[in-house]
């Protein structure tokens, strides 16, 4: 099983900036599909951004503009970095990569 570690995250003030990350342990092959989701409190879960190996990329409408995925596929690891924050992206983001969840992590975004 591909354990999915990520990293980042933390409270920032509306407008700001953060990077997330995310390692997967599987090395040996490129995993085809790795993302980002998001899961606010009382709301479903939902894809915020991802990429397949092939450089094909996905943002919600929510996120265009503001979040931009990036990957390093030999290493089978990706970073989202987070530009003008808004209150509404509050949530526990998911590394995901279609098999395996990561342990999630809480960006808050408050003044």
């Known amino acids: 099983q591909v354990q999915l570690v990520e990293s980042g995250g933390g409270l920032v003030q509306p407008g700001g900036s953060l990077r997330l990350s995310c390692v997967a342990s599987?090395?040996?092959?490129?995993?085809?599909?790795m993302g980002w989701y998001r899961q606010a409190p009382g709301k479903r879960r939902e894809r915020v951004a991802s990429?397949?190996?092939?450089?094909?990329?996905y943002y919600s409408d929510s996120v265009k503009g503001r979040f931009v995925i990036f990957r390093n596929t030999t290493e089978n690891t990706i970073e989202l970095q987070m530009s003008n924050l808004k209150s509404e992206d509050t949530a526990v983001y998911y590394c995901?990569?279609?098999?395996?969840w990561g342990q999630g992590l809480q960006v808050t975004v408050s003044s």
């Open positions: 990429v397949t190996s092939e450089g094909e990329t």
């Open positions: 599987e090395t040996r092959f490129a995993i085809y599909f």
């Open positions: 995901f990569d279609a098999n395996n």
